[in-house]
């Protein structure tokens, strides 16, 4: 666990200091959300968690795939760590707009207002969560802020009717070419 820490502190530090090269290449962002989704179901199905994945077609983005991955990832877990046990995650994958837009919404306790800016600043935890146990430091939103806004995206909060968040994020999106 303490390498992880260390791991991820480096990696936001570079990334900050653009140390860190982005590989990037043409990125089908539904391929990358089913590997994800398959390798986090295991964790989920322990709490009786359904995933539900919706895609509206083909999305490529040019992205760094690893470094993507790992800020998805991060977000999906923090779905499942702070949905109750039996309730559902719903993540959606659509373009729209000339962007790439992910949504993983859970059904939680949402996040305070007051706790939406600061969700994504480095060491920053919210104190009115309860998720399932595993206690964050504040370093893994940081690292999916840094990731994204090194993609040239954005990446956001907002309420989930009627209950828990919806974490949000955008990239530039590569356009598809349709040969007929």
Known sequence: ????????????????????????????????MEDIIK????????????????KEKEVLAEADEMKLTLAISNLVDNAIKYTPAGSEIKVHVFQKDGFVWTEIADNGNGVADADKNKLFQMFYTA???????????GLGLALCKAIINAHGGEIGVRDNSPRGSVFYFTLPAEEVVIHE
């Open 127 to 137: 104190e009115n969560q309860k998720g399932d146990g595993r206690r964050g430091l």
């Open 1 to 32: 666990r303490m390498s992880a820490i260390i791991n991820d502190l480096l990696t936001l530090v570079k990334l900050d200091q653009k140390e860190i090269p982005l590989n990037f290449a043409e990125t089908d962002l539904n391929k990358v």
């Open 39 to 54: 390798r986090m179901t295991p964790l989920a199905a322990a709490k009786q968690i359904q995933i539900h994945y919706s």
